[in-house]
């Protein structure tokens, strides 16, 4: 197994590759699978129309939760990914750039870096609760609006207050691939800071056994 890697200034070429490859175009195709699967236990069989807004079946109640879960375990999972690359020697972790902007410098969290052991909850809680406003209020009303412009035929007829039923396979389940296939594209973002963190974490770790060894 390779050794872990030193930190590194600045994105090489196996860093983008590592970001576009795994974490986007990996990311994307994977989000996209396992939703186009929740979607279709959730919708094939069920005997409730499907609704833009109305429950049990509301699409804008779907990618609202979708929103949530899938941010929240993508910071959770894709940190816990990095972690095991970096131990592999697949990618080197990153320095902080001197002109990294204020949001990326919050979200990797450089006050939490010379504390002993891993950050806490509220360390992510925080984090993950910025990721997902951010996300809601990019993704959710441009959906919205898409899902209004695809009410033609069978697919999103109106059905006057329902505003459009969506029953039509495999309509909701391309929809919600989609979806979160395009919410995947946070993931090299979470990758980014994560390798940030990792690289700040080793350096200020060889900081502090300096100084041991000098003392």
Known sequence: ?????????????????????????????????????????????SKHPVYIWPLPNSLAGDIAVTIIIQQAL???????????????????????????????????????????????????????????????????????GIIYGLKSGDVGAATGDNAGQFNLWPFPQIFKGIYSACLGLTTPFITYVTLIYEGESQAAAGAEESKTTTA
């Open 74 to 144: 993508t910071w959770i999972l894709d940190r816990i990914a990095v972690r095991g690359d970096l131990k592999k020697g697949l990618v080197a972790p990153l320095r902080m750039p001197s002109d990294a902007s204020k949001v990326v410098r919050w979200f990797v969290g450089l006050e939490d870096v010379n504390k002993p052991g891993r950050p806490g909850f509220a360390f992510h809680f925080k984090r993950v609760v910025v990721l997902v406003v951010a996300s809601f209020l990019l993704y959710w009303p441009m959906t919205i």
């Open 1 to 45: 197994m390779t050794a872990k890697k030193v930190a590194v200034s600045g994105l090489t070429t196996r860093h983008i590759v590592y970001l576009i490859v795994m974490h986007t175009i990996g990311a994307m195709i994977l989000d996209a699978g396992i939703n186009f699967g929740l979607a279709t236990a959730m919708y094939k069989n």
